[in-house]
Each structure stands twice: as C-alpha cells, then as structure tokens.
C-alpha cells in the first residue's frame, strides 16, 4: 500500500478546498432541474411521503429539500400523532395543494385549505390533522440537510421517544423552543465591566430567539399574498423577517406571470426550489429549457441565470422556497439582476 509523506497527504487537502468551486461548477450543471408532477403521483401512490428534491437522491442542493406527501381523511383519533407531534432544529415551510385540516403549531390552533402556507418556527411541538373527507395534498420544504451538515439537528417525534435528545428531561423541557432549554442568565451574570456584560448576552441570546420565535407569524392564508411590480416581475413576499416572520435560513416568494410574458433574468448563491402552483410555462436555465405545467418541481442550481416564461393560457404562478435568509446571515447574499420582466 502506498504511504503518503506528511506533505503530500497535507497537499493533497489543501488542494481539494481550492478545486472545490471548480468542482462544484461541474456538479451544479449536472443537477437535476425538473421533477413532473405525474412520475410524483405515481410514487405517491405506493408511499404517501416522497421526497422529490433531496442531496440524498442526487440534488447538489446543500441547504433544504421538498418532499410530496398525502394525509389521509378521518378525525383527528385517525392521524399517526396524538399529543405532541413532532418538532425539530430545522425550518420548515409547508403549502396545502387540496383538502382542509388544521395544525397545532406551539399549542396555538391554525386552520388551512388550498393555497394555505405554514412556516412552523424551529423547535415547536407541531402536528397536522385532515378535517376534510378527501385527502390533504401537500408539499413541504425543510433546512434539515444545512441543520444535519452543521451537527445541528434534532428531530424528536412522539412516535419514537427512543430517540429524543431533550423531551425525556421532563415537562419543562417540552415546553422550551430551546434544545436543552434555556437555563438561567442570572448565574452568567458577574462582575461590572464590557466583557462581562457581552458573555451575559451571549447567555441569553437562545432565550431572547425563542420570545421572537413565540411572536413570529406561521400562517399565511392564500387571499391575503400582496403582488407588486419588481424587476423580476409581480411578486408577493411570502415569509421574510421583513414582514412578520422570525425565518432565519427559509424565505419564500410567489411569482405570478401572465400569459404570454415573462419573468426577469437573475442568478444568485442561495438554494431556490419551485412549486408550479397554477399554469404552464418553461424555464431557462443557463443555456437549456425545460417546460413545466401546474404541480411540477423545480430545483434551481446555485449561481445559474435562470428565467420563468408563461407559455399557456393562465396566469402561472410560481412558489418559491429558498435558503437567502440562511445565506445572509452567513454573509453570502449575491443577487445578480439581468433582464426585466416584460410587463411591469
Ligand atoms: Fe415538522
Ligand atoms: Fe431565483
């Protein structure tokens, strides 16, 4: 077996972080763009949770993924969750496509239907039922693969107590937004000076983020999204800090494009999957298209210049799931703007 001198091994790992944007560019362009609608169906059929984009599957996505999944009918005694639900240490986003229910999101009560959004605050007890007689169709985009990279992720679920990391420590630790609660600031608190003070913030940072996670709004109902003219054409702001949100990593937009025009043109570093909501268009993505219609996924690869054209008869509305908020907060926000749209 060959040996590697010291600096050949320390080379050769040097060498890999300055190939790897190089690298990276090849794996981008042999990313999956399209995922169609009836091939999800299909597999929903035999399994009614499938994951459509997903590093797991082979998407060079690195941050969130979306999968498809049912509900079925029946009361709340019918539903897999009793009590608690599930919560976990990764955002999450989920949009109703058909039927009616209502979720339990940190003990407070959201009713939804179609077109209905939820963004469900990071490590709230959370679980969702089906009021309706027909099946809940529904898709749902998570932080989990930027969470599970960091070593970050908790995922505990009432129906497998084996794995909790906190629950078991008892009531108040259900009770936290806070893995591993909170504790106390007093005990972080000594002495009168600078450093002191910043290391007593520190401390009750997590208890300050949980306040703003308790304040934060978690549902958006179809009837109240505001479209307003951008470069990039009409678009409603779904979830963003800027509107009532405490999202940190997930942000979501809805893009509506009438028929016969076009989107603008741009490129940016963070993640972006599409939900095709209504109508049918085509896409260009770099130097190739691809034509979609209404329950289509996209996956759009980081930093590639990308445009939305309406090629039907509808308006075509587009929802789209991305990981800016994640991105700025790393310090990596770049938005490149191109061509406007044609009818704003
Ligand atoms: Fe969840
Ligand atoms: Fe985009």
């Known amino acids: 077996m060959e040996v590697k001198s010291i600096k050949e091994t320390h080379t050769e ?10 690298d990276e560019q090849g794996r981008r362009k042999g990313q999956a763009i399209l995922f169609k609608w009836p091939e999800i169906e299909k597999q929903l059929g035999e399994h009614k949770h499938i994951y459509v984009v997903d590093a797991r599957l082979g998407s ?16 709340e005694e019918g ?27 940190d003990g407070v009560r959201y009713d939804w239907g179609p077109g209905d959004l939820l963004s469900v605050p990071m490590f709230s007890w959370h679980r969702h039922v089906n009021d309706g007689d027909e099946p809940v169709l529904r898709i749902a985009s998570t932080t989990g693969p930027l969470s599970l990279a960091l070593g970050q992720a908790v995922y505990e679920d009432e129906r497998y107590p084996e794995f909790w990391i906190y629950a078991q ?36 940072f997590a208890m300050h983020e949980e306040q703003l996670r308790r304040k934060s709004k978690v549902l958006v109902k179809q009837k109240d999204l505001v479209f307003e003219p951008t470069a990039m054409g009409s678009l409603a702001y779904v979830v963003d800090p800027r509107i009532g949100f405490h999202a940190k990593a997930l942000g979501v937009v809805m893009a509506e494009i009438p028929p016969g025009k076009r989107s603008g043109a741009h490129r940016h570093l963070y993640d972006e999957i599409n939900l095709v909501v209504g109508g049918q268009g085509k896409i260009i993505v770099e130097d190739k298209e691809y034509n979609f219609d209404t329950l289509d ?16 008869t ?3 509305r587009i929802l789209g799931i991305n990981t800016r908020l994640a991105m700025d907060n790393l310090g990596l926000s770049l938005t490149h703007q191109g061509e406007h749209a044609d009818y704003v």
Do not use: C
């Open 13 to 22: 790992l040097m060498m890999q972080s300055v190939k790897f944007a190089k």
């Open 60 to 75: 060079n996505n690195h941050t969130h993924r979306l999968w498809y999944d049912v509900i079925p009918p029946h009361s």
């Open 79 to 105: 539903q897999e969750w009793k009590s608690l639900g599930h919560r976990h240490t990764v955002e999450a986003i989920i949009y109703f496509l058909k039927g009616k229910g209502h979720s339990i999101i």
């Open 169 to 204: 420590e008892g009531e108040d630790a259900r009770k936290t937004l806070i893995p591993g609660g909170g504790g106390s600031v007093e005990a972080a608190k000594i002495g009168n000076n600078r450093a002191a003070e910043m290391y007593a913030e520190q401390v009750a």
């Open 297 to 312: 996924v996209l996956s759009i690869p980081v930093f590639q210049w990308h445009q939305y054209f309406n090629t039907g």
């Open 314 to 316: 509808e308006p075509l």
